[in-house]
């Protein structure tokens, strides 16, 4: 799906680099290893070459991280996808699975606010687009604001 949203902008080319664990970090290396290999696995499964980045990771999960050549052969990341086991154990979050267990949630955060951005330079500003960054306040019934 990557290659068919970005060929839609003009980005043909782009890298895959898949930044695993920081020495500094959540989680035990039996999360970590699950959370690597799924990216690793996800990314053979679509036929992608890619690099790993040992250490680069969030210190909190791991993730992909897509680059994208842009029309003067700049190389921009672009986007990220990461597998996150951690921050769903700190909160408690699970969810009742079809067998009626309670099983833990695994969050899947994909990021494309890079993207957005590199596309009026791709475009050297001749872009039928303008793209903004925008702020955005969420309030639950606690009070909480993020």
């Not at 500094?24 to 990314?43: H, K, N, P, T």
């Not at 679509?46 to 003067?72: N, T, V």
């Not at 949630?105 to 791709?122: K, Y």
């Not at 500003?125 to 604001?145: I, L, M, P, R, Y």
């Amino acid at each position: 799906m990557v290659k068919q949203v970005y060929a839609v902008f003009g980005y043909n080319n782009f890298s895959i680099r898949i930044a695993l664990r920081p020495e500094q970090r959540l989680g035990s290396d039996e999360q970590w290893d699950r959370a690597e290999f799924a990216l690793i696995e996800a990314v053979q499964a679509l036929g992608y070459a890619y690099e790993l980045a040992p250490g680069e990771g969030s210190f909190y999960s791991p993730k992909i991280e897509i680059s994208m050549q842009d029309h003067l052969g700049r190389l921009w990341q672009c986007g990220t996808i990461q597998v996150d086991l951690n921050f769903p154990q700190l909160f408690d979050l699970s969810f009742i699975n079809q067998k009626g267990d309670l099983e833990q949630v695994v969050d899947i955060a994909p990021s494309n606010f890079r993207f957005f951005r590199t596309l009026d330079w791709h475009f050297v500003g001749k872009s039928q687009w303008s793209f903004t960054t925008v702020g955005c306040s969420c309030a639950n019934s606690c009070g909480f604001s993020f």
